[in-house]
């Protein structure tokens, strides 16, 4: 189900209507003045149908299904009690996106004191240094006004890669023999 609008929005989306073209003299008044008629129902808002704001209720009242208003004096099928003070938050009418918010809100508020700093995960010597060559070749794989050329990134990226395998090959530990005869690198 859709959800409310506000009066603002309402207004906006009114506004928003293009004039018919060629429409002139009865035709035209009649659909002026059935925009000026939309507008006051808007302002007026007679049903509440807008979701403008939160309703504190003032008194105890008892709350049916709108479509069983006509059961009033018999049995509907579901009654609320709704208590003095308490207040009604306008949903747009969407009542399961509400309680996704509600309990969203509620998980946040709980996890809150817990996890107030997040980890920050380290950077390993391989980032480090590809980040480093990116930062060397991406201006020759720029232009002035600073986009990238074309396939620009695709190169740059590609070449960042095989410097920072070489430049790692390079301070890496000497080549070795393993117990298989193969040869491997050292650790470090």
Same mark, same amino acid.
């Given at each position: 189900m859709p959800r409310k609008r506000t009066k603002e929005e309402a207004l906006e989306r009114l506004m928003d209507v293009p004039d018919v073209p060629g429409l002139k003299g009865k035709v035209g008044h009649i659909n002026r003045a059935a925009r000026l008629g939309a507008m006051g129902l808007i302002m007026l808002d007679p049903f509440n149908r807008l979701a403008d704001d939160f309703i504190t209720i003032p008194i105890p009242m008892i709350a049916i299904p709108a479509h069983e208003s006509h059961l009033l004096s018999g049995s509907p099928s579901m009654q609320i009690y709704i208590r003095a003070g308490e207040t009604i938050v306008p949903t747009g009418g969407n009542v399961e996106d509400f309680d996704l918010g509600v309990q969203q809100a509620e998980a946040m508020q709980a996890n809150a004191p817990l996890s107030a700093v997040a980890p920050v995960k380290k950077l390993t010597k391989?980032? =480090? %240094?590809?980040? %480093?060559?990116?930062? =060397?070749?991406?201006?020759?794989? &720029?232009?002035?006004? /600073?986009?990238?050329?074309?396939?620009?990134?695709?190169?740059?990226?590609?070449?960042?890669?095989?410097? &920072?395998? =070489?430049? #790692?090959? #390079?301070? /890496?530990?000497?080549? &070795?023999?393993?117990?298989?005869?193969? %040869? &491997? %690198?050292?650790?470090?």
């Open positions: 391989y980032q =480090k %240094r590809y980040k %480093r060559e990116f930062a =060397k070749l991406k201006p020759s794989y &720029t232009l002035k006004n /600073g986009k990238w050329k074309k396939n620009g990134f695709k190169a740059c990226v590609k070449k960042a890669h095989a410097n &920072t395998k =070489k430049a #790692l090959k #390079l301070d /890496g530990p000497p080549m &070795t023999h393993n117990s298989k005869g193969k %040869r &491997t %690198r050292g650790k470090y």
